[in-house]
Structures are given as structure tokens and as C-alpha cells.
């Protein structure tokens, strides 16, 4: 009886355990469902919205409609099915900030449906896969009369997901787009190509990606080298690479500033792509030609620029392809966390640039003027000749002579500022004449103003080429849709400089964090200790090289006029051990250049191998350990 009575208890007990847990799990299921939360473990929090997403979210006054258009079923391929659910469970995050003003719905555009008709209405087009069917996946936003849309997400822009949410809300929230003026030497605007017109390949190549990009958030107006006057609706003027720029023309700026417009502007002491827009200019004659400042205006801000010489810095070089070999370039810059301002909102999430044949500014401001350097050098750094940086890196890493104190790339100047032409508009050039052969009357009649009333800002780089495509972004068709992959901080340091003076500020934070690396710093820095302990060394035996060189030289040169073709003995071997050590000193040269370059690449391997197991090696250790300890225990038992 007792037996049959514990069997029944046992029965009992494990059938209402089992009920129990099934209850466990369903409420489970449900409360995560209904109270889910992410668990973001990223060092940089990328999958948590930001600070300046919710600041933008909750200044909604008016719902915003999402629609989320995605195809479901086998057609669509793995990898966009897997991304679609993390596009809608950031979409979720949005909808909680602000869940009466963010509005998601969430469609499946199968063909000839309902659905896809109003996903082709609202911009978001089918993506035709290899078999020919059409897949959906992209994002529509609606407020009131203002629409945006994302036609596709591309799976390889996932870092930049949350920034192109949070941009199209703030579009369709803004009703009226500040407008910024971009004046420039440069093809910014893109160019007529007779060669691809020829080719039947269209006329005009494509505007640089950085105005593309202001475009989407500004009204981009092109403004004219030649001008003599900003049109009045324009609040902040991007001015890149002014070649040639006349007095006029930086009079025309210099009031601009005076009645508290917002200027970025970026100079060069040589601009790759300037050399590269005249084919028939040779290399020297490239780096021999001026490069663009704005003298007068710097002037009189108390601001120095030297068009002659380029800096050179062997923590932040960059290893180049100079044919099939690699090669050090020092003055092709690219920064690291370390060379940027981390307290200003404009460069405090930026950790990569690539800015190749920098100026740098010095001087002390004007009275009345505050400056912010954002940009720098480290104290391994040194201005050097243009024509030695751009052909010869290896010859500037040989001679080099590290400064002693960081240098700057790129400062902001605040404060109310004085006028560059206190005579008043300057007359650089006849006037033109009209068909009756009188003078045709200046554009800007209105009064040379002397000094701002109000505090304005100024923002002066020295680099134009950083804006470059080349340099910036790598720009790939998919799907007949042209994607932006930004390859560095490049493109956020002037959207974040606009949006500073000219727009929403909040907008910096979720863009910037997108783009965030993390680069080797450690190492940049112990391979330039490393090449500056080696150089002095490599000196000493091309000096040995150059000595036995000239003793070579001079023997030959004593020869009697009859004896051009007999040496003495004496002279035999004299030549011999000259040429002897020539050639040991040129094996050993050899060789300390490849202790150089083993010392370089065991340091990489060693962080790198260093980072990539030490965590797993901790974790397998860390268990080891528990596992000897429960064994220990259980054997005490």
C-alpha cells in the first residue's frame, strides 16, 4: 500500500511539475513579447538609439507614418530576411520613445497586390533578383503633406540604419530646408565629360557624395568663384579648395561673415585632384603651382597658412600601393581618435580620417576672436616640401625630424570679427561693359560693413581633397540604386560642420557613432619608435655606402693619363677593399631595412593575435578552473 501510495505521489508531483513549467514558459514567452528589451553589449552601444535620436523623436509634435514595406515567403533570400527582423525590431525601439507620434505598418508587397501598388506610390521600388522576381524592403515616412522614403536597405549599411531612420523623420518633421551655399575650383558639382559623351555614356558625371548628402537634409545653392556678393537666404557657405579665389570674391565673403553668416572652408597647399583635373600638367609642375588660401581674410583674422609646404606625421602615415610595392606616406595622413578634439560636438565621435597632403594653420587670433583647434598632428610631425611628399615618402621618413609639438589641421575660429577691407570693396579687375560701352553696375551696392554686430563662426581646414570620393566613400549600384558606403569619418566631418552651424545638432551624435573604429593605435605609435631607432642606424650606413663610394671615385681620378686602363697593385687593392665594404655595408643596409619591416609586422601579429584570443583563452581557463574546483569538492565528499 505504501509502495502504490508513493508511486501515485510521485506520479502527482511530476505531472502538476510539468503543468508548473508549462506555465513558466508561457508567461515567458508572453511577457517578453509584450515587455521586450535588447541587451546592447557593444563597447560603442550601436544597437541602442542614441541621445539624439530620442531628443529628435520626442520633439515630435505630429504622428509620424512608417511604413514598412517587406516581402514575406521563400522568395526572399536568407540574408534580407534575417535583416528585415532587425530593421523592425529597431523600428519597435522608435515606436516606444514616442509611441503616439511614431505610427509603424507594416506591408508584404506580393505581385499585383494592393500592397505593392502602394509601395511603388510611396518610392520604395522591387529589387529584381536573379530568376527576375521583385523583392521589397524598404522604408516609406508620412507627416501630414511631407514625404521621404529609403527605397532599399542594403544589409551592408546596417551601421548607418539608425542615422537614415532618424534622418528621414527629421525631413518630413522640417517643413523648410535652411539653405547652404557650396562654392568651389573644384567639379564638386559635378562636370560635362566629352569622352563620355562620345562614348554614348552620358555628359555629365555625378556631383561629389558630400554635396549629394547635404542635399538630403539642405537646399544646396552652387555659388560662383567669380561672385561678389552671398545671396542673402544663404546662412552657412562651404567654400572648397578656392584657387585662384580674387579680392573680390573674399570680399564678397568677408561681409558674408560680417552680417553673421556661417563659413567652412577648405584649403589646400596641393590638391590631388586639382593635379589630376589638367592631364597635361606634369608631377612637378603640379606640386610646383600654388595651392588655395584666403589670404586676405586670414590676415586679418591674425591666422597664418603656408601654400608651400605639406605636414608629414609617421604615427598617423599610410601605407600606399606605389605600383606593386608598398610604400610608407607620411604626409597622406590618417587620424586616428588621437589627432581630434573629443570635447567638441563636431569631431567627439569622429576616429578615422583620411586627409592626404594637409596644410596646417598657426598664428594668434585676431581680438575678439576665440579659437577651437579640432583637428591636429601628433608631435611626430613636421612640415615638408610638397614635391618630397607626394613622390618621395620614403626619402621624408629617412630624413625626418619630428617637430616636438602637435600641429594644427583644422580650427574654429568664434567671435565677432573685424573686416579684411576697411577701404571698402576692392576693384581687382576692370569693370565689365555692357553692349552700349558702359560700365555694368556691381552686383553687391549695399554698405561695406566694418565689423559684426553679433558673434559668428568660422571653420577653416587644410585639406580639400579629403572630400573627394576617392577619399570618402566608396559608391556602389545595387539593384539599379546607387549606395553610399562611407570609408571614414571623411563625410561626417562635414555633415557634422553644417549641421553645427546650420542645422540640428542632434543629427551629429546618431551619424557619428555609425561610423566609429577602432583602430591600432598603440601600433601606429611603436612603429614610428621603431622606424625612428632604425633610421639612425640605416644613416650611418648609407653614409659608409655614399664615403666608400667617393674613395672609389678619387682613385679612379688619380690615374696617370697613360695608365687609364692599368692600375698598380697597390691601387688593385685599394679598389677591392673599397668595393668590399660597398658591399657589405649595402648587405647590411639590406638587412636592417627587413629587421625594420619584421619588427613592424610582429607587433601587428602579436596585438592582433593578442586581441582576437585572449578573450576565448580567458573563458577556457575560467572554466577549467570551475570545473577542477567542482571536482576538488566533490572528491572531499
Not at 591636429?376 to 607626394?390: G, L, R, W
Not at 549600384?477 to 549606395?483: A, D, N, S, T, V
Request: charged residues 25%.
Amino acid at each position: 500500500m505504501t509502495a502504490k501510495k508513493s508511486n501515485l505521489e510521485n506520479f502527482l508531483f511530476s505531472v502538476v511539475g510539468v503543468i508548473v513549467m508549462l506555465f513558466i514558459m508561457i508567461a515567458i514567452y508572453v511577457i517578453s513579447h509584450v515587455a521586450s528589451e535588447r541587451i546592447d553589449l557593444t563597447s560603442e552601444k550601436l544597437y541602442t538609439l542614441s541621445s539624439g535620436t530620442k531628443a529628435i523623436v520626442k520633439k515630435l509634435d505630429t504622428p509620424v507614418e512608417i511604413r514598412f514595406y517587406c516581402t514575406q515567403g521563400k522568395d526572399m533570400p536568407v540574408e534580407l530576411k534575417t535583416y528585415a527582423q532587425r530593421v523592425e525590431d529597431l523600428l519597435e525601439e522608435y515606436k516606444k520613445i514616442s509611441p503616439k507620434n511614431i505610427l509603424i505598418k507594416k506591408f508584404d508587397p506580393q505581385p499585383d497586390s494592393d500592397a505593392e501598388d502602394s509601395a511603388n506610390l510611396d518610392g520604395v521600388e522591387g529589387q529584381a533578383l536573379n530568376m527576375g522576381d521583385k523583392v521589397y524592403m524598404g522604408l516609406a515616412f508620412n507627416m501630414l503633406d511631407s514625404k521621404t522614403a529609403l527605397p532599399f536597405l542594403d544589409p551592408r549599411r546596417e551601421r548607418l540604419l539608425e542615422y537614415d531612420i532618424t534622418r528621414a523623420i527629421a525631413n518630413v518633421a522640417t517643413t523648410d530646408k535652411q539653405v547652404i551655399g557650396v562654392m568651389s575650383a573644384l567639379p564638386v558639382f559635378g562636370e560635362m565629360n566629352p569622352m563620355a559623351m562620345r562614348m554614348g555614356q552620358g555628359g555629365r558625371q555625378d556631383p561629389w557624395v558630400f554635396v549629394n548628402e547635404l542635399k538630403r537634409d539642405f537646399t544646396v545653392k552652387e555659388v560662383q568663384m567669380t561672385t561678389d556678393k552671398i545671396d542673402d537666404d544663404i546662412k552657412v557657405l562651404v567654400v572648397v579648395h578656392p584657387k585662384g579665389i580674387t579680392d573680390k570674391a573674399q570680399y564678397a565673403l568677408d561681409q558674408f561673415v560680417l552680417r553673421g553668416g556661417k563659413l567652412i572652408a577648405f584649403l589646400d597647399p596641393l590638391s590631388v585632384v586639382d593635379s589630376r583635373s589638367n592631364p597635361q600638367m606634369n608631377p612637378m609642375q603640379a606640386a610646383a603651382v600654388g595651392g588655395s588660401t584666403l589670404d586676405k581674410l586670414l590676415k586679418a583674422w591674425g591666422i597664418d597658412f603656408d601654400q608651400n609646404k605639406v605636414v608629414a606625421d609617421t604615427v598617423f602615415q599610410t601605407r600606399i600601393n606605389r605600383g606593386q610595392r608598398p610604400e610608407s606616406a607620411p604626409a597622406v595622413l590618417s587620424v586616428t581618435s588621437e589627432g581630434v578634439n573629443t570635447n567638441d560636438v563636431v569631431t567627439s565621435q569622429i576616429d578615422s580620417l583620411l586627409i592626404p597632403f594637409s596644410g596646417t594653420f598657426s598664428g594668434t587670433p585676431a581680438v575678439g576672436l576665440t579659437e577651437t583647434v579640432l583637428l591636429k598632428t601628433t608631435a611626430q610631425s613636421q612640415p615638408v616640401e610638397k614635391f618630397m611628399a607626394e613622390f618621395s615618402g620614403e626619402q621624408i621618413v629617412k630624413d625626418f625630424v619630428p617637430g616636438g609639438k602637435p600641429l594644427s589641421l583644422a580650427i574654429r575660429l568664434t567671435g565677432k570679427f573685424k573686416t579684411a577691407f576697411p577701404e571698402g570693396k576692392p576693384k581687382d579687375a576692370p569693370e565689365a561693359k555692357d553692349d552700349a560701352g558702359k560700365d555694368k553696375p556691381a552686383t553687391d551696392n549695399s554698405p561695406s560693413l566694418k565689423e559684426s554686430t553679433k558673434d559668428t563662426a568660422v571653420i577653416l581646414v587644410g585639406d580639400a581633397d579629403l572630400l573627394y570620393d576617392q577619399f570618402a566613400a566608396q559608391v556602389q549600384e545595387i539593384f539599379g540604386q546607387k549606395i553610399v558606403y562611407p570609408r571614414n569619418g571623411n563625410l561626417n566631418l562635414i555633415q557634422n560642420m553644417v549641421e553645427q552651424l546650420g542645422g540640428d545638432n542632434n543629427l551629429i551624435a546618431v551619424r557619428s557613432r555609425a561610423t566609429m573604429n577602432r583602430p591600432f593605435t598603440r601600433v601606429n605609435r611603436m612603429k614610428a619608435e621603431a622606424e625612428q631607432r632604425f633610421q639612425a642606424k640605416i644613416k650611418e650606413l648609407e653614409k659608409s655606402v655614399a664615403e666608400a663610394q667617393t674613395r672609389l671615385n678619387e682613385l679612379q681620378k688619380n690615374k696617370e693619363t697613360t695608365q687609364r686602363f692599368i692600375m698598380s697593385p697597390e691601387q688593385q687593392q685599394e679598389i677591392q677593399k673599397v668595393q668590399q665594404k660597398q658591399v657589405e655595408v649595402k648587405k647590411q643596409l639590406k638587412q636592417e631595412r627587413k629587421n625594420l619591416r619584421r619588427e613592424i609586422d610582429s607587433m601587428e601579429n602579436t596585438l592582433k593575435w593578442v586581441n582576437i584570443a585572449a578573450m576565448p583563452l580567458l573563458v577556457a581557463l575560467s572554466g577549467i578552473s570551475l570545473a577542477v574546483l567542482k571536482r576538488k569538492k566533490t572528491a572531499a565528499k
